[in-house]
């Protein structure tokens, strides 16, 4: 296999998979850059060429361990490095953000890591979640959503704190509050609730 300026080479060893761009070839060695890291220009380095395998298996078909294996043949004309899976595509195959091209991203890329922060957001809600457990019970009983997302009846009104479980309820004519922290059980939630209304409707 011929080592050639412009290729890409990745480690063999699968806990470390750095990535090498050849630069230049003398006598035996090669000058190599990590293209996907912060300081690639400041890791200018020289590798012997017998390091850069062609594949991750020696001939008798054993994986490698050490050395580096080919990656990805010098670029075509044009051709712009996805500094993440390290592979050369064409400028259109950049994923552009509203800022442009900032870090050269291929789409596949670019869609991956959106749906790595799909994940990230959507186990967000799960742990913020709301009080579905008491929003469930005082309906049946009869509260009735307002346009702010708070159950009301017979003047009393719950609702939930922003982003976090806690709630409270307020009584009939606004003359007092109480306030649930998180770990309040609905059940302890619900029967303040239907006092606070039931309270009103009694008066
Ligand atoms: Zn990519």
């Not at 195959?93 to 991956?112: F, I, M, S, W």
């Not at 994940?119 to 959503?145: F, H, K, M, P």
């Amino acid at each position: 296999m011929a080592v050639r300026a412009g290729q890409i080479y990745i480690a063999c060893n699968p806990r470390q998979p750095t990535h090498l761009r050849v630069d230049r070839i003398y006598e035996g060695r090669a000058l190599v850059t990590d293209p996907s890291s912060l300081h690639a220009r400041y890791r200018l380095r020289w590798i012997k060429l017998s390091s850069l395998h062609e594949t991750g298996q020696t001939r008798n078909g054993i994986p490698r361990r050490t050395g580096y294996r080919l990656h990805s043949q010098p670029p075509q004309l044009g051709q712009i490095l996805c500094l993440r899976c390290c592979r050369y595509v064409d400028r259109e195959q950049l994923h552009e953000t509203r800022l442009g091209v900032t870090e050269p991203t291929c789409k596949p890329c670019a869609d991956d890591i959106a749906a790595l922060v799909a994940t990230w957001t959507t186990s967000n809600d799960e742990e913020i979640g709301y009080r579905d457990d008491v929003r469930d019970v005082l309906t049946a009983q009869g509260w009735t959503e307002n346009s702010e997302g708070a159950l009301i009846k017979n003047g009393a009104l719950w609702t939930e704190a922003n982003d976090c479980l806690d709630s409270g309820v307020v009584g009939p004519g606004q003359d007092y509050s109480v306030a649930f922290d998180s770990g309040v059980p609905a059940r302890v939630i619900t029967a303040a609730c239907e006092a606070a209304a039931t309270e009103q409707a009694g008066a």
